[in-house]
């Protein structure tokens, strides 16, 4: 084996460690404007105490509150089902669009 075809195959090695490091930082990059912060859906006119409640009921995300059954949010105190509503209406506006996936995958 001479040096060149050494010299060929770790440059092959480094191309496709630099690939696999630039598709993992577009990953996270991709997750990070996943994930929505619960705190946003105050700008939506739900307040800071309900936001409390939810965190204390371990729901931190918009992703994991919009995959809550209003059933389930019902049972956190103070909340009834008007309170729900809202909460989920404003949690369907912080979603992230299918246009801003498409965006990303770009």
């Not at 001479?2 to 630099?18: I, W, Y």
């Not at 371990?58 to 809550?68: D, F, K, L, M, R």
């Not at 909340?79 to 949690?91: H, R, T």
Request: aromatic share 4%; with cysteine.
């Amino acid at each position: 084996m001479s040096s060149s075809t050494g010299e060929e195959e770790l440059d092959d090695e480094v191309r496709l460690v630099l690939n696999a490091v630039h598709f993992m930082t577009k990953l996270i990059r991709m997750t990070q404007e996943f994930i929505v912060d619960i705190d946003g859906i105050q700008a939506h006119g739900v307040g800071a105490a309900d936001i409390i409640k939810l965190k204390a009921n371990g729901y931190y995300t918009v992703t994991s509150v919009h995959a809550a059954t209003r059933k389930t949010l019902l049972k956190i105190k103070g909340f009834s089902e008007v309170k729900v509503e809202k909460v989920k209406e404003a949690v369907a506006k912080c979603l992230v669009s299918p246009s801003s996936v498409n965006d990303l995958s770009q």
